[in-house]
């Protein structure tokens, strides 16, 4: 959207919170080194999601294990199944190549034509899980935390050959009748206190500094959750699947990966 010219800068002086307390995991974005045009609402970790009653993870490569065979789902977001597919073949989704990329989707292909993949889901993959259909799922952690409130059994796992680091975010289109009250509205969930609700709430990682401060009195589970306020030696393990200018080869490897443009952009 920003290579395209469809949002518009940031005022910077209407965002002094953000400005504060945006933490520096996502203070750059090779999309937007300075983040001149966004403003990330949640990170999201991408990782294995599995039921501790069915099966024990030890590598991000476990979903490929043939004892698994309809028993795991992968993402439809292809940065995120094609970078932890990556980490498995010990390769950096930041630096990849169109090489590894490729080298990844036919990977991906191949467990898919054999039956070892279930289905490709989005957020629907929470029913799977839940029910024991599937047993070990490319999944976001924030969705994890969120389901093992009713679930104990379904757990996240930190892959240790690495996982993927993401985040949505905010923006403003070219053109909007009231970007100054967008901004508005960015900078005020930019307010550690304003944060630590949405934090109680959402479960995905607080890209906002002195929210785990907050919540440390009130809620200090919460608070020590790795899945919400990630240590500094846990994010050396986060990867970031690098930015491309040209996507139609990605594309069109394999389309019932790509769930969007947009995704990509």
Same mark, same amino acid.
């Given at each position: 959207m920003i290579r395209l010219g469809y949002v518009q800068k940031l005022d910077r002086s209407v965002l002094p919170n953000v400005e504060k307390n945006l933490l520096p995991a996502f203070r750059k974005a090779d999309f937007d080194p300075t983040r001149d045009y966004s403003a990330p609402w949640q990170g999201i970790f991408a990782g294995l999601i599995y039921r501790k009653d069915k099966v024990t993870p030890h590598s991000v490569n476990d979903i490929f294990d043939p004892k698994l065979k309809g028993k795991v789902t992968m993402l439809t977001e292809s940065r995120d199944t094609v970078g932890l597919t990556m980490l498995g073949m010990g390769k950096d989704?930041? $630096?990849?190549?169109?090489?590894?990329?490729?080298?990844?989707?036919?990977?991906?292909? $191949?467990?898919?034509?054999? =039956?070892?993949?279930?289905? /490709?889901?989005?957020?629907?993959?929470?029913?799977?899980?839940? $029910? =024991?259909?599937?047993?070990?799922?490319?999944?976001?952690?924030?969705?994890?935390?969120?389901?093992?409130?009713?679930?104990?059994?379904?757990? /996240? /796992?930190?892959?240790?050959? =690495? /996982?993927?680091?993401?985040?949505?975010?905010m923006q403003v289109p070219i053109g909007a009748p009231h970007a100054y009250t967008a901004e508005l509205m960015m900078n005020y969930v930019y307010d550690p206190e304003v944060q630590a609700k949405i934090a109680k709430v959402v479960n995905y990682v607080t890209p906002v500094r002195g929210v785990k401060e907050v919540l440390a009195n009130e809620n200090p589970k919460l608070a020590e959750n790795q899945l919400i306020f990630p240590s500094d030696k846990l994010l050396q393990n986060a990867h970031i699947f690098r930015h491309w200018s040209v996507l139609q080869q990605f594309d069109t490897q394999i389309p019932w990966l790509i769930d969007s443009h947009a995704n990509l952009a």
């Amino acid at each position: 959207m920003i290579r395209l010219g469809y949002v518009q800068k940031l005022d910077r002086s209407v965002l002094p919170n953000v400005e504060k307390n945006l933490l520096p995991a996502f203070r750059k974005a090779d999309f937007d080194p300075t983040r001149d045009y966004s403003a990330p609402w949640q990170g999201i970790f991408a990782g294995l999601i599995y039921r501790k009653d069915k099966v024990t993870p030890h590598s991000v490569n476990d979903i490929f294990d043939p004892k698994l065979k309809g028993k795991v789902t992968m993402l439809t977001e292809s940065r995120d199944t094609v970078g932890l597919t990556m980490l498995g073949m010990g390769k950096d989704p930041a $630096k990849a190549t169109m090489n590894d990329i490729n080298a990844a989707l036919d990977k991906i292909d $191949k467990a898919n034509r054999d =039956g070892q993949i279930r289905r /490709f889901t989005g957020n629907d993959y929470t029913k799977d899980i839940t $029910k =024991g259909d599937s047993w070990l799922i490319y999944g976001w952690s924030g969705d994890a935390v969120q389901l093992q409130a009713d679930n104990p059994n379904v757990r /996240f /796992f930190f892959p240790p050959e =690495g /996982f993927t680091l993401s985040s949505d975010n905010m923006q403003v289109p070219i053109g909007a009748p009231h970007a100054y009250t967008a901004e508005l509205m960015m900078n005020y969930v930019y307010d550690p206190e304003v944060q630590a609700k949405i934090a109680k709430v959402v479960n995905y990682v607080t890209p906002v500094r002195g929210v785990k401060e907050v919540l440390a009195n009130e809620n200090p589970k919460l608070a020590e959750n790795q899945l919400i306020f990630p240590s500094d030696k846990l994010l050396q393990n986060a990867h970031i699947f690098r930015h491309w200018s040209v996507l139609q080869q990605f594309d069109t490897q394999i389309p019932w990966l790509i769930d969007s443009h947009a995704n990509l952009a």
